[in-house]
């Protein structure tokens, strides 16, 4: 199961001990703090359990019977990046915590752990992967919708354009650069490059209604065709909105245009 996709229940804990008294203990104090807990008294049903279903965090002993808990640790680590564990020792030795820290562990208890800094550090635990999976969700749904709304553009042939007057450089959404007579993107379309694919009639109209729109706040809607690179002419529906800052003076202009050819 990846769990870097799917949700976990944030209040799901792996207990891993192969002393089953622990293991109870655990349970017990954990359940009354209202987490769901599971529990493995082996490396190998750690790992397994650890495959089958999403874990808010996880507590691990490190003496475990088949597999050492640090190579669990880092087989979890690699596997859920995301995935807190807890180291749980009985070893006080200070190179043994910084090589499990140094492994991925969110943090270490010694045995017999304080019962009040187990609950607050598996608190942050749980936060910590609860907020670490909401930004990968956050982030998965941006790009979705980005991929879609670039694709919707593109069909409808929609794209956008941003002109920075101070430094008289247009960009153009990478859909509109042919109807622009700008082929690739290491052009660097300035006004008057833009002018320049205006088709020669439309030119002075087009100009026209840009100077309205920066000295008079006039809007800027209209149609007019392009010369595309190899000699196309196409219609181009435009609108744009001027940008001033705080003195008055337009610093940039936002907009949108169409390919509207075929209409």
Aim: proline content about 6%; hydrophobic content about 40%.
């Amino acid at each position: 199961m990846n769990q870097e996709l799917t949700a976990p229940a944030p209040t799901t804990v792996l207990i891993v001990d192969d002393d089953a008294d622990i293991r109870e203990a655990l349970s017990d104090l954990l359940g009354n703090e209202g987490y769901t807990v599971e529990t493995a008294g082996t490396g190998k049903e750690a790992l397994e359990k650890a495959g089958q279903r999403p874990f808010g965090a996880v507590l691990l002993d490190i003496g475990l019977p088949d597999i050492d808990g640090i190579a669990v640790l880092k087989s979890l680590v690699e596997s859920y990046p995301t995935l807190p564990v807890i180291i749980l020792t009985a070893y006080t030795h200070s190179q043994q915590t910084i090589d499990s820290l140094s492994k991925g562990a969110f943090a270490y208890l010694t045995k017999p752990y304080n019962r009040d800094e187990l609950k607050a550090i598996l608190r942050r635990a749980v936060g910590t992967q609860a907020l670490a999976l909401k930004a990968k969700q956050t982030e998965s749904a941006l790009m979705d919708s980005e991929q879609r709304m670039r694709l919707a553009m593109e069909a409808a042939r929609l794209g956008t354009w941003e002109w920075d007057i101070p430094t008289n450089r247009i960009t153009f959404s990478n859909n509109l650069r042919p109807f622009f007579g700008q082929p690739s993107s290491t052009c660097l379309p300035t006004y008057e490059t833009f002018l320049e694919a205006v088709h020669p009639d439309d030119r002075p109209r087009v100009a026209e209604a840009v100077r309205r729109a920066l000295e008079e706040g006039a809007a800027y809607t209209l149609d007019f065709r392009t010369i595309c690179p190899d000699g196309t002419i196409r219609w181009i529906y435009d609108r744009g909105q001027v940008i001033r800052d705080g003195s008055g003076r337009p610093v940039r202009m936002l907009g949108v245009a169409m390919d509207i050819t075929e209409r």
